[in-house]
């Protein structure tokens, strides 16, 4: 099983923002530079745009909680930051799932499980 790390500080966020990759989709944009640690660290940044502390927080963990059910398909080595829009903020947990999984799949840091004969 792998294990992934948050993003913190500050420092680390400026330097995948300004020499990372980005996509985005309609509710969520994902930031992604390789790292030398053999292992993921994950930030997840919602702005108070998107609305107060309880929606915030309650959009972190969907984001949270999606990764960590899919973070056997994530290959490894990757400072990841997964910025929520406004546009998620009364969206499910599949919606919230999807388009992190499709963030991941144009990335090309996805993988999807090979179903074996």
């Known amino acids: 099983m792998k294990f992934s ?26 930031y992604v530079l390789p790292n030398e640690f053999g292992r993921n ?17 309650h959009l972190t963990r969907l984001i949270r909680e999606s990764y960590r059910l899919h973070e056997e398909q994530f290959l490894c080595g990757y400072d990841v930051i997964v910025i929520a829009r406004t546009t998620a903020k009364d969206r ?19 993988e999807v499980e090979k179903i074996s004969d």
């Not at 799932?97 to 996805?110: D, M, R, V, W």
């Open 5 to 30: 790390e948050s993003l913190k500080k500050n420092r680390d966020f400026q330097v995948v923002y300004k020499k990372g990759k980005s996509f985005g989709n309609k509710y969520l944009v994902m």
């Open 92 to 110: 499910s947990y599949h919606e919230i799932e999807s388009a992190l999984i499709h963030l991941g799949k144009l990335h090309n840091i996805y």
């Open 41 to 57: 660290r994950i930030g997840i940044s919602v702005s108070k745009k998107v609305g107060n502390s309880i929606v915030r927080h």
